[in-house]
């Protein structure tokens, strides 16, 4: 069974950083591109960033573009976010998400889901 689990949220001051992980068991994916949504309080879920394992290619959202970076590792079976400068407005569950086709940002299309890990921003 395919299964996504992040790790790596928590507390930060505007203009800090945090660096979340996606660890993947199972890669029978009907896509090889994976990424991270988020989903802010009392807001709809929505695509942040996302890597093709082959080549890793990526793509950003707008918002957080300039600002957070996303890897793999490949060997490890692992995503990462790293989140830079973070603002108030980044606070979110952010979860990470598999097996979608790269440029599809719709929450509708990822296959897989994490369970999701928590990051506030304060003020």
């Known amino acids: 069974q395919v299964q996504l689990v992040e790790s790596g949220g928590g507390l930060v001051q505007a203009g800090g950083s945090l660096r979340l992980s996606c660890a993947a068991s199972?890669?029978?994916?009907?896509?090889?591109?994976m990424g991270w949504f988020r989903q802010a309080p009392g807001k709809e879920r929505e695509f942040v960033a996302a890597?093709?394992?082959?080549?890793?290619?990526?793509r950003y959202s707008d918002s957080v573009k300039g600002r957070f970076t996303i890897s793999r590792d490949n060997a490890k079976n692992t995503v990462y976010l790293q989140m830079n400068s973070l603002k108030p407005e980044d606070t979110a569950v952010y979860y990470c998400?598999?097996?979608?086709?790269?440029?599809?940002?719709?929450?509708?299309?990822?296959?897989?889901w994490g369970q999701g890990t928590q990051v506030t921003v304060s003020s």
């Open positions: 998400a598999g097996a979608f086709a790269y440029g599809d940002t719709r929450i509708s299309a990822p296959r897989y």
């Open positions: 199972g890669r029978t994916f009907s896509t090889d591109t």
């Open positions: 890597i093709r394992w082959t080549g890793g290619a990526t």
